[in-house]
């Protein structure tokens, strides 16, 4: 069975300080690995994915993970946060592109202060 | 490009009454989910559907929950009758699922719903 869990259900950081949120997978197969991050009261966007090319992947609004099979983590990151990052962030996992659904951890949060 | 559609953004209803839910899906995606999300937990699969047909639904409470994507377009959730612990965002996404896609879920933007 597959599964992902989320270090930290709660991040806080400065505005210009790095960002580092966990994420460890458990899976049979090669994964497929995704970050997707929601704002309040919306739906979830992909923020990057993994689907078994370069193991660091780039993103949106300047985030980026790497996936590391020997340590069965995708962890995501951005050099400097912004106030606008501040959002729930969820790491999901597939093993087929092709007709399985997501499963999901059960999200970080993410503060940035002044 | 029009995203996931879901309406009603937000329901309030009392324990053991019912309540439906609708999704619409992009156009030409055709695999269409449900997802529940409890506050503070990660989403979690309620059904998926290939066109028309179930493809997994095996996490659907079936004794209160129900799904249908009659035209392979749309589609419906229904919860009858409702118990405090459904209060929950019942989240809908779609993905274009063919060789060379890229497996990304497209998310609505929810619909809450709070039982008392």
């Known amino acids: 069975a597959q599964s992902v869990t989320q270090l930290g259900s709660h991040v806080s950081v400065s505005e210009g300080a790095l960002v580092l949120l966990r994420c460890n997978y458990s899976?049979?197969?090669?994964?497929?690995l995704f970050w997707y991050v929601q704002y309040p009261n919306q739906g979830l966007q992909l923020l990057l994915k993994y689907t078994s090319a370069a193991t660091l992947v780039k993103g949106i609004n300047g985030f980026e993970a790497e996936f590391k099979k020997s340590e069965t983590s995708f962890h995501l990151t951005k050099p400097s946060a912004h106030m606008s990052d501040a959002a729930e962030y969820f790491c999901?996992?597939?093993?087929?592109?092709?007709?399985?659904?997501?499963?999901f951890g059960k999200g970080t949060t993410l503060s940035v202060s002044s | 490009e029009a995203g996931v559609a879901q309406s009603p953004r937000y329901k309030i209803i009392e324990k053991r009454q019912s309540v439906a839910f609708w999704c619409n899906p992009i156009s030409g995606h055709a695999t269409l989910y449900w997802y529940q999300q409890i506050l503070g937990q990660g989403p979690k699969l309620l059904i998926q559907?290939?066109?028309?047909?179930?493809?997994?639904d095996s996490q659907l409470p079936k004794d209160r929950f129900s799904a249908e994507r009659l035209k392979g377009v749309d589609s419906t959730l229904k919860i009858q009758p409702a118990k405090l612990e459904d209060s929950a965002v019942y989240l809908c996404?779609?993905?274009?699922?063919?060789?060379?896609?890229?497996?990304?879920?497209?998310f609505g933007e929810g619909s809450r719903l709070t039982v008392l």
């Open positions: 899976s049979s197969v090669p994964p497929y």
């Open positions: 559907f290939q066109n028309n047909g179930v493809v997994d």
């Open positions: 996404a779609s993905s274009f699922r063919a060789s060379g896609s890229t497996g990304e879920l497209f």
């Open positions: 999901a996992v597939t093993f087929n592109q092709a007709g399985t659904a997501l499963i």
